[in-house]
Every structure is written in C-alpha cells, then in structure tokens.
C-alpha cells in the first residue's frame, strides 16, 4: 500500500490542484501553464516557509 510522507502529500495536492486552477482560471494554453506552474510554486512554497515558521515556534 502506498503511504506517502507528509511532503510527497503536499507536492501531490499542489500538482492537482494547481492543474485544476490553470486550466478553469484562464483562456490559451501559455497561460494555463504559466498560471498552473505559478500555484504549484506558491503552494509547495508556501508549505515550506509555514513548517519552518512552525518549527521555529515549537522550540
């Protein structure tokens, strides 16, 4: 059975998500990658700054 880490969770939901947004949130195809690429970068970022920010917290 496939457990993934809590990473590998987050990159998976960026990737759908961040497809869904591209192809329902503009027109041609550039942009659709462009704007995809963009919320896939924003949430995997995102993600990252918060578990630090989390840590720094819990020391």
Do not use: D, N
Request: overall charge positive.
């Amino acid at each position: 059975m496939f457990q993934p880490s809590h990473f590998t969770a987050v990159v998976l939901f960026a990737l759908f998500a961040s497809t869904v947004f591209g192809i329902t949130m503009r027109e041609t195809p550039r942009k659709m990658f462009r704007y995809g690429l963009y919320c896939f970068v924003l949430f995997v970022g995102s993600t990252i700054v918060l578990s630090w920010v989390m840590f720094l917290i819990a020391r």
